[in-house]
């Protein structure tokens, strides 16, 4: 158990709406991610962080924003929702020490 | 260019037979790190096994091992023995260590078992 949890689990919103996204983690790893999975693209990084108040942009960071007040939760925040944020939101944390990407459940949103 | 390419979106082996999945990767980081991910129809993301840009031999995890051609910068998946519950998708990544210790990766092989 890699002490990784994400929520809500699954979320229906209508367009223009705000989203956060919440990740938590007991394990006080540095580096935490946020990802989105779609049909055909596989996982896509859309923001990471390196540390407190230390993040940067992935390859898919239009239209998201995240913050990182404490070491153990990653927001994740769609401003103003689209249809096209549609997707299957995953968190994960990556342990320094076996290099390995541990994964959050998942957080299904949908923009009606 | 993609740092990750999985050129099989769906396969098929029979019950008991030998798979090979394919990733290759693109990467100038002398440092980096290779995955192999499983996701089953459940949609958790289930870590298989791993394989360090320095290390000599090929990874193993049990029916699991990873063919490891630096030169060639591949990273197959060999499962043996398929088992019905092995049917998942399979996702290739790379971790490029002194960049940012960002993952990327592939758009998943659909791996289905047959009886």
């Known amino acids: 158990d890699a002490g990784i949890t994400q929520s809500p689990r699954h979320k229906v919103t209508e367009t223009g709406t705000p989203v956060t996204l919440r990740c938590h983690q007991t394990?006080?790893?540095?580096?935490m991610y946020w990802y989105r999975q779609d049909p055909g693209h596989g996982l896509r990084l859309i923001h990471y962080?390196?540390?407190?108040?230390?993040?940067d942009k992935g390859e898919v960071s239009d239209g998201y924003s995240v913050s990182r007040s404490k070491t153990e939760d990653f927001l994740l925040t769609l401003e103003s929702a689209t249809s096209s944020q549609t997707s299957v939101y995953f968190c994960?944390?990556?342990?320094?020490?076996?290099?390995?990407?541990?994964f959050g459940e998942g957080s299904r949103l949908t923009v009606l | 260019a993609q740092k990750i390419t999985q050129t099989q979106p769906g396969m098929f082996v029979q019950e008991k037979e030998a798979v090979t999945l394919d990733c290759t990767y693109d990467t100038s980081d002398p440092s980096y790190g290779l995955f192999w991910y499983k996701q089953p129809s459940s949609g958790e993301m289930i870590f298989l096994i791993y394989?360090?840009?320095?290390?000599?031999q090929n990874a193993t995890e049990g029916r699991y091992s990873l063919n490891f051609q630096k030169a060639r910068k591949s990273a197959n998946l060999v499962i043996s023995a398929s088992q019905l519950g092995d049917s998942a998708m399979y996702f290739c990544a790379m971790r490029e260590v002194n960049t940012g210790n960002q993952f990327y990766f592939g758009t998943g092989t659909s791996l289905t078992v047959i009886p």
């Open positions: 962080s390196y540390g407190v108040k230390d993040t």
């Open positions: 394989q360090g840009s320095y290390d000599q």
């Open positions: 994960a944390i990556n342990s320094v020490n076996t290099g390995e990407l541990f």
């Open positions: 394990e006080n790893h540095r580096y």
